[in-house]
């Protein structure tokens, strides 16, 4: 039996979505990617959910078979209301993924997590042969931390044991992340809390260096992964 929600029936983004010419072009360009079969990761924010109803009016004009990895409960519920069947990555491995970025040096390290779901997103992407990170101009930088802090995920009883570690590494300055619209601190998409840690320096050991604290689940620091970089 399947349910009769209008509460899925009626899901829209969450606001306005900024660059929204620039950002349909590029989701109508990850929408070309598709091919019948293809199990995609996808990622969180307003580029993936355009690209998510891309696809989906793809799927439907071309009667594909394709599967979803969503990387937030958001999307995952956006996938449903749109007709796009969700799959885990513990059944499937993406053939490709996409997602967004804070920040893109130009290395192409990337800072990510302002939506909370840098792990699940770090999973997908470290297990995507081939990954599309979307983004407009105003996220290059020249070097990391320019504009964002680094999110770190953390176990919340170690929360103070992981502050007083990043301080040893250099963080300049460390935030607990506060929630909007719910009291208290903002819970991850894998139930954690979240630091903002600002680093003056951003070395290519420090993603190794903050995910061996104990404590931490993963960072928002993404250093040496294989992604291509679209601009909206």
């Avoid at 209008?6 to 969450?14: E, G, H, R, T, V």
């Avoid at 958001?74 to 804070?102: H, Q």
């Avoid at 590494?169 to 909007?180: C, F, M, Q, T, W």
């Amino acid at each position: 039996m399947i349910w009769d929600s209008d509460i899925i029936k009626n899901l829209a983004w969450n606001g306005t979505i900024s660059n929204l010419e620039a950002k349909q072009k590029v989701a109508d360009k990850i929408a070309a990617k598709v091919n019948d079969g293809d199990i995609i990761g996808v990622g969180s924010g307003s580029t993936s959910y355009l690209a998510l109803v891309a696809i989906a009016q793809k799927m439907k004009a071309e009667k594909l078979s394709i599967k979803a990895i969503a990387t937030s409960i958001e999307l995952g519920m956006v996938c449903n209301s749109l007709g796009v069947p969700v799959t885990s990555i513990i059944e499937n491995r993406p053939d490709w993924s996409f997602d967004g970025a804070d920040e893109v040096d130009p290395n192409n390290s990337l800072i990510k997590g302002r939506g909370g779901a840098m792990f699940k997103e770090k999973l997908s992407i470290a297990s995507s042969p081939v990954n599309y990170i979307i983004v407009d101009e105003t996220k290059l930088v020249n070097k990391l931390c320019t504009n964002f802090p680094i999110p770190i995920e953390v176990f919340p009883t170690a929360l103070l044991y992981v502050e007083k570690e990043l301080q040893k590494l250099g963080a300049s300055n460390i935030v607990l992340r506060p929630a909007k619209g719910k009291d208290g601190p903002i819970i991850s998409e894998s139930g954690n809390l979240i630091l903002d840690a600002l680093f003056n320096e951003v070395p290519l050991d420090l993603e190794r260096d903050i995910k061996a604290i104990t404590g931490v689940i993963e960072s928002g620091l993404f250093i040496g992964y294989n992604v291509e970089i679209l601009m909206a």
